[in-house]
């Protein structure tokens, strides 16, 4: 069985060729710069053992269509494939960011999906209308092959009412079902599954607080197996400090600055995507950057650490009183895997609630599933790597069996 997964953005494709029967990833790319007047497209294959060859190509794509066409050719070509044709593939997982309250499970896709998926864009202007086109770029170009949409919501649709109702009029969520959804779905639920197999417990039995630390960054309370609340809400701007994005701010900040900056909703939303975050307080959202410049006494740079430290600490707080006891903290994403001085730091102090950092285990990148707790720590501290593609091609073959 051979899944082709896509994630499309709106100027990128992300993409992966997987044999679930071996378990082996084929081959990986990505497909950047889609309607500039110059792209690339790059790729990783392991076709067959371990002989790897990549492709690194510049070149134009002027939209999703022809960034596909260019992926069949690679995936299929005779110097760069991994494949004959693409009548050996399977079936195509999508990534889907908003299933919104009508998409509640990842689901074999027709028309009548795909206008679910259409009708759901006013909730994230951002990423469905490029998953839609990714979504009709392959069912063109893959006719007769079943797709299925995964959709970044879904782990969350576990959450009680008072969990994902806003304290807003209750008919604006009637109206416009305004509400918490929250978003990297597939990687919570991912090391979710990883972290009970780790921990030898039932899927539907551990109690975690799952930290996804990356440019984006959320976090979830599982209880049970299940999410029972989640920091972004109905966007992805919510929760924790993150790259470029707030986090939670007081809401009357936004009237106030449009008030006295005379801004636009354009230029708030802009200041609240792209200009906040670590990258508002110090100028830099890659960590590795910031760490090397508060080394070097930069003290925005090292405020700004201490927040993004001190709101995750936060969560963990406000989780662990609704979790129950719990099983484990899990670190994922670029900065939870790869990042030892926030995984410390965020710990730190955490003594009294059980949980205890060994810093010899913690020390360093972890590339694959690693504990990092000390021998009397009572909540577990796992590092796993995320692997969204693999979560999205298993619940493609979740669905289709
Ligand atoms: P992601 O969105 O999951 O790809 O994560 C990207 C972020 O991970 C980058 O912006 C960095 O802040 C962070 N990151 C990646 N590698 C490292 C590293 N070795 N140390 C600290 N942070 C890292």
Request: include cysteine; charge should be negative.
């Given at each position: 069985?051979?899944?082709?997964?896509?994630?499309?953005?709106?100027?990128?494709?992300?993409?992966?060729?997987?044999?679930?029967?071996?378990?082996?990833?084929?081959?990986?790319?990505?497909?950047?710069?889609?309607?500039?007047?110059?792209?690339?497209?790059?790729?990783?294959?392991?076709?067959?053992?371990?002989?790897?060859?990549?492709?690194?190509?510049?070149?134009?794509?002027?939209?999703?269509?022809?960034?596909?066409?260019?992926?069949?050719?690679?995936?299929?070509?005779?110097?760069?494939?991994?494949?004959?044709?693409?009548?050996?593939?399977?079936?195509?997982?999508?990534?889907?960011?908003?299933?919104?309250?009508?998409?509640?499970?990842?689901?074999?896709?027709?028309?009548?999906?795909?206008?679910?998926?259409?009708?759901?864009?006013?909730?994230?202007?951002?990423?469905?209308?490029?998953?839609?086109?990714?979504?009709?770029?392959?069912?063109?170009?893959?006719?007769?092959?079943?797709?299925?949409?995964?959709?970044?919501?879904?782990?969350?649709?576990?959450?009680?009412?008072?969990?994902?109702?806003?304290?807003?009029?209750?008919?604006?969520?009637?109206?416009?079902?305004?509400?918490?959804?929250?978003?990297?779905?597939?990687?919570?639920?991912?090391?979710?599954?990883?972290?009970?197999?780790?921990?030898?417990?039932?899927?539907?039995?551990?109690?975690?607080v799952?930290l996804?630390l990356?440019?984006?960054?959320?976090?979830?309370?599982?209880?049970?197996?299940?999410?029972?609340?989640?920091?972004?809400?109905?966007?992805?701007?919510?929760?924790v400090?993150?790259?470029?994005?707030?986090?939670?701010?007081?809401?009357?900040?936004?009237?106030?600055?449009?008030?006295?900056?005379?801004?636009?909703?354009?230029?708030?939303?802009?200041?609240?995507?792209?200009?906040?975050?670590?990258?508002?307080?110090?100028?830099?959202?890659?960590m590795?950057?910031?760490h090397?410049?508060a080394?070097?006494?930069?003290?925005?740079?090292a405020l700004a650490v201490d927040m993004f430290v001190y709101r995750i600490k936060k969560y963990i707080g406000?989780?662990y009183?609704?979790?129950?006891?719990l099983?484990a903290l899990?670190f994922?994403?670029?900065i939870g895997?790869?990042d030892d001085i926030v995984r410390g730091r965020v710990c730190a102090g955490l003594e009294h609630l059980g949980i205890a950092i060994d810093p010899a285990r913690n020390a360093?990148?972890?590339?694959?599933?690693?504990?990092v707790h000390a021998?009397d720590s009572k909540v577990a501290i796992l590092v796993?790597?995320?692997?969204?593609?693999?979560?999205?091609?298993?619940?493609?073959?979740?669905?289709?069996?």
């Amino acid at each position: 069985m051979k899944i082709f997964v896509v994630n499309s953005g709106s100027s990128s494709l992300k993409y992966q060729l997987l044999d679930m029967e071996s378990g082996a990833v084929m081959a990986t790319g990505l497909v950047e710069r889609i309607g500039d007047a110059m792209g690339k497209v790059s790729q990783k294959n392991w076709p067959g053992e371990a002989r790897e060859s990549e492709v690194d190509r510049e070149m134009s794509f002027p939209n999703h269509n022809a960034a596909m066409h260019t992926v069949v050719d690679l995936v299929t070509g005779k110097d760069t494939g991994v494949i004959a044709s693409t009548s050996e593939i399977d079936a195509i997982g999508h990534r889907v960011v908003q299933g919104g309250e009508t998409l509640f499970k990842s689901t074999l896709i027709d028309d009548d999906v795909v206008e679910k998926i259409r009708a759901n864009c006013p909730l994230s202007p951002l990423h469905n209308p490029a998953n839609l086109v990714g979504i009709e770029v392959a069912r063109e170009l893959f006719a007769g092959v079943p797709q299925v949409a995964v959709f970044d919501t879904e782990f969350h649709q576990t959450m009680p009412p008072e969990a994902f109702m806003y304290p807003i009029p209750y008919k604006l969520y009637e109206d416009l079902k305004i509400r918490r959804y929250g978003f990297h779905g597939t990687s919570h639920r991912y090391v979710t599954e990883q972290a009970a197999s780790l921990l030898g417990k039932a899927a539907d039995k551990v109690n975690l607080v799952t930290l996804h630390l990356g440019n984006g960054c959320s976090m979830a309370a599982v209880r049970q197996g299940k999410c029972i609340d989640t920091s972004m809400g109905l966007t992805p701007l919510a929760g924790v400090m993150m790259g470029t994005r707030s986090g939670d701010i007081d809401p009357a900040i936004i009237p106030f600055l449009m008030k006295e900056k005379d801004l636009s909703m354009a230029q708030i939303d802009d200041i609240l995507n792209k200009q906040s975050g670590l990258k508002g307080i110090c100028g830099m959202n890659d960590m590795r950057d910031i760490h090397g410049a508060a080394g070097k006494g930069d003290r925005k740079a090292a405020l700004a650490v201490d927040m993004f430290v001190y709101r995750i600490k936060k969560y963990i707080g406000a989780y662990y009183a609704v979790t129950g006891p719990l099983d484990a903290l899990v670190f994922t994403a670029g900065i939870g895997e790869n990042d030892d001085i926030v995984r410390g730091r965020v710990c730190a102090g955490l003594e009294h609630l059980g949980i205890a950092i060994d810093p010899a285990r913690n020390a360093g990148r972890k590339k694959v599933a690693t504990a990092v707790h000390a021998d009397d720590s009572k909540v577990a501290i796992l590092v796993i790597p995320t692997n969204e593609e693999l979560a999205i091609a298993r619940a493609t073959l979740s669905v289709l069996n």
